[in-house]
C-alpha cells in the first residue's frame, strides 16, 4: 500500500507539472507570437517609403531627416518592446531591428545603413589637403572622380574598354567606398532599425600622412580624437561599437604600431579597444587578430552598368595568350626571405615565360597598360609576396583573365574570404615558397596541368571579376554585386548573427583570437584543428610597408 501510495502522489505532481507547463508555454507563445504581430501590422500601416539617399556630405545631414512615419513607428515600437525587456536594453534594439528586417513588405529590411555625419576633419578636410597625404607624390589627382582617379583613354586598341577605366592608386578605397556608400539604397536615419553603423573615417589617408618623419603623439591623434567622439554617441552605446564599421585603403600593420618608441612604424588605431570593438575593413588583414577584414585593392575598372562588365569578361575568354606565364615586378635585395629574384630568373630562363621588370624602369610597371597587356598575354601570372603578404597585382591579373599563381596563403586565401571561393584550386595555383628556393621548375609545374583544367579555372576567374572590383560610384549596377556589394552584405551578416548570439545567450568564451586566420576557412560544423598551412603562420609577422 505504500508503494502504491507513493505512485499515485508520483502521479498527481506529474499532472500539475504537466498542466502548469503548458499554461506557461501558451502565455508566452501568445504574448510574443501577439506583439510581433501587432508590431508588423504596424509597420505595414505605416507604408514606410524608401530610405533617402546621400548624394553628398550636405545630404548626409538631410538623410537624417528622412521618413516621419518610420520615427512614429519606431518610437511606438520602442515604447512597446521596452516594457517587454526592461531588464535588457540592448535586446530591446536588437528585437526592433530584427522585426523590420522581417518585413517582407520592405525591399530595405535587414539591409538599412546608418551612416555618421562625422566632423569634417575625419575626412573632407584630409581630401582638402591631398598634398600632405603622401611624401613621395601628389595624391590630389587619385583622389578625384570620386577616388578613382584620372580617366584612362583606351589608345591601345584592345588593352581597356572604352569606357569605365581610370588610373586608381591602390590606397584609395576610403574614399571609393564611401562615395559608394552614399548611392547605398537601403540608408536610414533611424540607427536603432540599421542592420550596421557605418564610419566613414578616413583612416588610410590620415595613417599615410604622418608614416614618415612625425612622431607617436601625431600619428595617433586622429584615432584617439575619432574614438573619443564615437564613444560620446548614443548610438555607440547600444552595442558598444560592435555594430560599427569603417574602411581604412591601407595595409593592417600601419595600423598596428607595437610599441610607443619613434622608430617603430605606423599608428595604434587597430589596438584601441574601440577599435577592437569595430569591423575596419582593410586592403590587407592580419592572421593573428579578429577586428579586420581584407577587402579587395582597387583596380583599374570601374564600370557604370552591368553591360560593362559582361562585356569585358566576353573579350577576356576569347584572347589569345601567347606565355605560359609572366610576372610584374621588382626583386627584394633587402629581403633575404623573398622568392622575387628566384621569380625573375626563371622568367627570364624561360621561352614561355614574361617579365615585366620594375627594378630597371619603374615607369614600365606604374602604366596600367603595359601591366594589363602583359597579362591578357599569359595563362598564369606569378604572385608572390609583396613588402608584407598582398599585392594589388593579384587584381589587376584576375581582372585580365590570367590564373594566378600564389606561394603563400597569406596573400590571397586567407584574407579575401567574403570575395573567393573556399576551394582555392577552383580559381588559382598554389606552389609553396619552398618549392622555389628547391628550385622546382614553374615552367614545369604549370605545364602539367591538363588543358580542360586550366580552361576551367580561367573561367572561374572571369567569372569572379564583378566581386572584386568597385563599380563607378556614381553610378549603380542593375544586378551585378561588385566589392562594396559583397562587402556591405558579409558585414551585415556578422552583426546580424553577433545580435542574434547575444539574444540567445551564446558566447565565443572558446575562440582563439591568435587563429583568426583559421575561422574563415571552416566548412559548417568544422572545429579548429591542425592546419597544413599552420608552419606560414607561425612564422615572424611580415616587415611593414607599401605593396605593389
Excluded at 50 to 58: F, I, L, R, S, W
Excluded at 293 to 304: D, E, W
Excluded at 457 to 478: F, G, H, T
Aim: overall charge negative.
Amino acid at each position: 500500500m505504500e508503494k502504491a501510495g507513493y505512485v499515485f502522489k508520483q502521479t498527481r505532481i506529474c499532472i500539475v507539472v504537466f498542466t502548469c507547463s503548458v499554461f506557461w508555454i501558451c502565455l508566452f507563445y501568445f504574448h510574443f507570437n501577439g506583439f510581433e504581430t501587432k508590431a508588423f501590422w504596424i509597420v505595414n500601416q505605416s507604408r514606410v517609403p524608401p530610405p533617402a539617399k546621400v548624394v553628398n556630405q550636405e545630404d548626409t545631414k538631410a538623410v537624417v531627416s528622412q521618413s516621419e512615419n518610420v520615427t512614429s513607428v519606431s518610437s511606438f515600437m520602442k515604447t512597446m518592446i521596452s516594457a517587454d525587456n526592461k531588464s535588457d536594453p540592448s535586446v530591446s534594439s536588437f528585437m526592433k531591428t530584427m522585426i523590420f528586417a522581417d518585413n517582407k513588405s520592405d525591399p530595405c529590411g535587414g539591409r538599412y545603413i546608418y551612416v555618421y555625419d562625422l566632423p569634417s576633419r575625419f575626412n573632407d578636410d584630409m581630401m582638402k589637403d591631398c598634398g600632405s597625404i603622401n611624401k613621395w607624390f601628389d595624391m590630389c589627382k587619385f583622389t578625384t572622380n570620386c577616388g578613382l582617379g584620372p580617366k584612362l583613354n583606351n589608345t591601345e586598341v584592345g588593352v581597356f574598354s572604352d569606357e569605365g577605366w581610370f588610373a586608381t592608386n591602390q590606397f584609395t578605397v576610403d574614399v571609393i567606398f564611401y562615395n559608394r556608400m552614399k548611392q547605398y539604397e537601403c540608408l536610414t536615419n533611424d540607427s536603432s532599425i540599421a542592420a550596421a553603423v557605418f564610419v566613414p573615417f578616413y583612416a588610410g589617408f590620415d595613417a599615410a600622412r604622418y608614416l614618415w618623419g612625425y612622431n607617436v603623439s601625431v600619428r595617433d591623434a586622429a584615432s584617439l580624437d575619432l574614438v573619443d567622439w564615437l564613444q560620446k554617441r548614443d548610438e555607440w552605446k547600444v552595442m558598444n561599437g560592435r555594430d560599427h564599421f569603417l574602411v581604412g585603403g591601407r595595409i593592417t600593420w600601419d595600423f598596428r604600431r607595437l610599441t610607443d618608441e619613434e622608430t617603430d612604424w605606423g599608428n595604434k588605431f587597430l589596438f584601441l579597444p574601440a577599435a577592437r570593438n569595430m569591423s575596419v575593413l582593410l586592403i590587407e588583414s592580419s592572421p593573428w587578430n579578429s577586428n579586420d577584414f581584407a577587402i579587395p585593392y582597387p583596380t583599374y575598372f570601374h564600370p557604370s552598368k552591368d553591360s560593362d562588365i559582361f562585356d569585358w569578361q566576353g573579350r577576356m575568354r576569347k584572347l589569345e595568350r601567347k606565355y605560359l606565364f609572366c610576372f610584374a615586378g621588382a626583386p627584394r635585395p633587402d629581403n633575404p626571405k623573398s622568392i622575387r629574384s628566384l621569380l625573375i630568373d626563371q622568367c627570364k630562363n624561360s621561352s614561355v615565360g614574361k617579365l615585366l621588370e620594375c627594378g630597371s624602369d619603374e615607369s614600365k610597371c606604374h602604366s596600367p597598360s603595359n601591366v594589363m597587356k602583359m597579362f591578357q598575354s599569359s595563362v598564369f601570372c606569378l604572385q608572390p609576396q609583396g613588402d608584407s603578404y598582398t599585392r594589388r597585382s593579384a587584381f589587376d591579373s584576375i581582372l585580365a583573365g590570367c590564373i594566378p599563381v600564389f606561394f603563400h596563403p597569406g596573400s590571397f586565401y586567407t584574407q579575401y574570404t567574403w570575395h573567393l571561393p573556399k576551394n582555392y584550386t577552383k580559381y588559382s595555383v598554389f606552389i609553396p615558397e619552398d618549392d622555389i628556393r628547391r628550385n622546382i621548375s614553374i615552367e614545369q609545374r604549370l605545364s602539367e596541368i591538363d588543358p580542360n583544367k586550366i580552361n576551367e579555372m580561367r573561367d572561374e576567374v572571369i567569372n569572379l571579376i564583378p566581386r572584386l572590383i568597385y563599380a563607378d560610384p556614381r553610378s549603380k549596377l542593375e544586378t551585378s554585386k561588385d566589392a562594396f556589394d559583397v562587402s556591405v552584405d558579409a558585414i551585415i551578416r556578422k552583426v546580424t548573427k553577433l545580435r542574434q548570439d547575444m539574444i540567445d545567450g551564446r558566447t565565443d568564451d572558446d575562440f582563439i583570437e591568435e587563429l583568426s586566420w583559421k575561422y574563415a576557412l571552416l566548412e559548417e560544423g568544422e572545429y579548429i584543428g591542425v592546419h597544413e598551412w599552420d608552419p606560414f603562420f607561425a612564422k615572424q609577422k611580415p616587415d611593414n610597408g607599401n605593396s605593389k
